[in-house]
């Protein structure tokens, strides 16, 4: 299913900082990677781990598409975690959960899909190739790996991409400015030795972003 405006917009009720409200309103009604993960994982009752929740967002999304299996998101930002956590306890929503870690240098146990969105461009390539093997081996049989990421390639969409994370960066948004971004052979070359079988699309949208799917299945 695709959320109604209005259900947008109680997710974004759900935000108690101003900033936070006006940037979920906009980002969950423009952006095509939430109903991209629907599309995937929505329907399955697999467990879903969100690597880099932000405010926990995508969790927030699939329960309004009716998807209920337990959710676990884990970002570093303790800020964000808090806000994830507060507008959980406000939605009422069952089976979400949220901590702090720095996924560098651990993920939690887990078993399910997994999902990483936009985080990749903040490791290096050696930190992305670890991220994505530890990733892959918290996929369930039957699970998917579902990330989104620009890929790095000659095109002016890639150069675009860059300076909105740079933007990002320094109004504060996000801790820190990117670092690396993968290309297609990475992910063919990692998810494959991982096991996963590798499709990458297109996720542009109506956004001038080199964004990518790429879905990894076991
Ligand atoms: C662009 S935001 C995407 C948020 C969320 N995935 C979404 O799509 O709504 C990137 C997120 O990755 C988190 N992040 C960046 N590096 C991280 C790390 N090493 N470990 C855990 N989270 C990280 C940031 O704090 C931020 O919330």
Redesign the pocket.
Known sequence: MTPTLAQLENIAALCDRRWDFFYTRS?LASDP?YQAVVREIGQSDLPVL??????G??AHYLRTCGHTAPITG????KR?ITSAEEMVVKSGHQGLAFSA????TGLPDFDGHVVI???LQ??TPDEQNALLTAAAARVAPGGKLVI?TCLRDSSGRYKITVLGDYI?KFTFW???APTAYPDAQQFNEVLSAAGLQVKISPLWGGTPFNNHLIVAQR
């Open positions: 980002k990677v969100d690597i880099g929740c932000g405010i967002l995508l884990f970002d570093y930002d964000k870690g720095d996924a560098r969105l936009d985080i903040f490791f989104r990002a996000m801790k820190d």
